[in-house]
């Protein structure tokens, strides 16, 4: 946030409204507060693809899976014979491990994309892009851009949740809302480059300076508007 009002220069102060653990559709009445006590008049609503709200069954399974930000170990079967730490079990533990692993990714993704699957999520969907238009349109003397922030997760080799990204942007866009994906802002970067640490993948410093260079760059080139002085 501090990056982003040296990024804007003199003049704007950027407020952090943000909550831990909190879907985007329960953030509006939040919004609406922010907005009323600190008379804010334009506001940037940040989106992760774990914000929407999501079904009993799929809040369930998210137990059994790594949610790609938190990397969990795989729990361990315990042995009933005497360990014998020789190179050739070592080997084969940890090519176990990196099976598990693999499975536990592929399971996470699906998970995701499960989370915007109609079928299995709908009305929750339906939630979200009903928060989106009230964001848009419903705050008082308030201009709204939503930017969605990727997990670091196959930036460069292949980001897997680019259709998901694709869903939320027309969701957003079709209430007016502009728009801007930093998934391909990332593309050019190693994952472990912009990971806190190999076992959490929150983005770290440079990431973020990273967001907030290229928010404030969009906003000063593609949303002018939004960046207009309010007239007194």
Same mark, same amino acid.
């Given at each position: ?167 939320? =942007?027309?969701? @957003?866009?079709?209430?007016? +809302? ?5 998934? $391909?802002? /990332?593309? #050019? ?19 973020? =300076?990273?967001? @907030?260079?290229?928010?404030? +760059? ?5 949303? $002018?508007? /939004?960046? #207009?002085?309010?007239?007194?």
């Amino acid at each position: 946030f501090k990056q982003m009002e040296r990024e804007l220069g003199d003049g704007y102060e950027v407020i952090n409204g943000a909550r831990p653990g909190v879907s985007t559709a329960a953030e509006v009445p939040q919004m609406f507060n922010l907005v009323r006590d600190y008379q804010c008049t334009r506001t940037i609503v940040v989106f992760i693809i774990n914000d929407v709200e999501s079904t009993e069954e799929l809040r369930r399974r998210v137990q059994t899976v790594n949610d790609l930000i938190n990397i969990r170990e795989p729990k361990k079967k315990t042995l009933s014979a005497r360990r014998l730490i020789i190179d050739k079990v070592r080997v084969l533990s940890f090519t176990s491990a990196l099976i598990i692993h693999s499975r536990v990714r592929g399971a996470t993704i699906q998970w995701y994309h499960d989370l915007y699957n109609e079928k299995l999520n709908g009305p929750n969907l339906r939630h979200l892009g009903g928060a989106f238009g009230t964001m848009s349109s419903a705050v008082p003397n308030n201009r709204t851009v939503l930017v969605i922030y990727p997990l670091m997760e196959g930036l460069k080799s292949g980001y897997p949740f680019k259709k998901i990204h694709d869903k939320v =942007k027309s969701m @957003a866009e079709d209430t007016g +809302m502009p728009v801007l994906d930093l998934a $391909p802002v /990332f593309s #050019e970067w190693d994952d472990h480059e912009l990971q806190v640490h190999p076992v959490d993948h929150h983005p770290n410093g440079r990431a973020h =300076k990273i967001a @907030a260079k290229f928010i404030v +760059m969009w906003l000063k080139k593609v949303v $002018p508007t /939004f960046l #207009e002085r309010p007239k007194k």
